[in-house]
C-alpha cells in the first residue's frame, strides 16, 4: 500500500489549492483517509478525514468553511480543496490512510501562502 500526496504549490493569500492523496496497491477494508500539516516549528495537526464507506468527514475549527474534502472511492483518491488560504495555512500537507487496520503515511506536499 502507498499514499501519495499531491497539488501544493505557491498560493497567494485568499487564493485556492486543491490537494490529492493517491492510494495504490491492495487495499482491503480502507476505513478512512485523512489530512494533516506541520508548519516548521510546530507540531503535526490534524486538518480532515473522510470515512470511505459511508463518508463521514471531520475538520479542524481553524479550516471550516474554508477547506472542503471528499473521495473519488473508483479512483482511489481523496482530494482537500483549500479556499480563502491564510497565512496561517502554509506548512507541508500529508495524508495518511487506515487500511486493513494500519495506518499507512504518504509524503508531504508543500502549500506556500505568500504575496
Known amino acids: 500500500v502507498q499514499l501519495q500526496a499531491f497539488g501544493g504549490g505557491l498560493v497567494q493569500p485568499g487564493g485556492s489549492l486543491r490537494l490529492t492523496c493517491a492510494t495504490s496497491?491492495?487495499?482491503?477494508?480502507?476505513?478512512?483517509t485523512g489530512w494533516f500539516r506541520q508548519a516548521p516549528g510546530k507540531e503535526r495537526e490534524g486538518v480532515s478525514c473522510?470515512?470511505?464507506?459511508?463518508?463521514?468527514?471531520f475538520y479542524a475549527d481553524s479550516v471550516k468553511g474554508r477547506f472542503t474534502i471528499s473521495r473519488d472511492k473508483r479512483k482511489n483518491t481523496v482530494s482537500l480543496q483549500m479556499n480563502s488560504l491564510k497565512a496561517d495555512d502554509a506548512a507541508v500537507y500529508y495524508c495518511?490512510?487506515?487500511?486493513?487496520?494500519?495506518?499507512?503515511w504518504g509524503q508531504g506536499t508543500e502549500v506556500t501562502v505568500s504575496s
Open positions: 495518511n490512510g487506515i487500511i486493513g487496520g494500519r495506518l499507512y
Open positions: 496497491g491492495v487495499t482491503p477494508d480502507h476505513y478512512a
Open positions: 473522510i470515512t470511505n464507506d459511508d463518508g463521514m468527514i
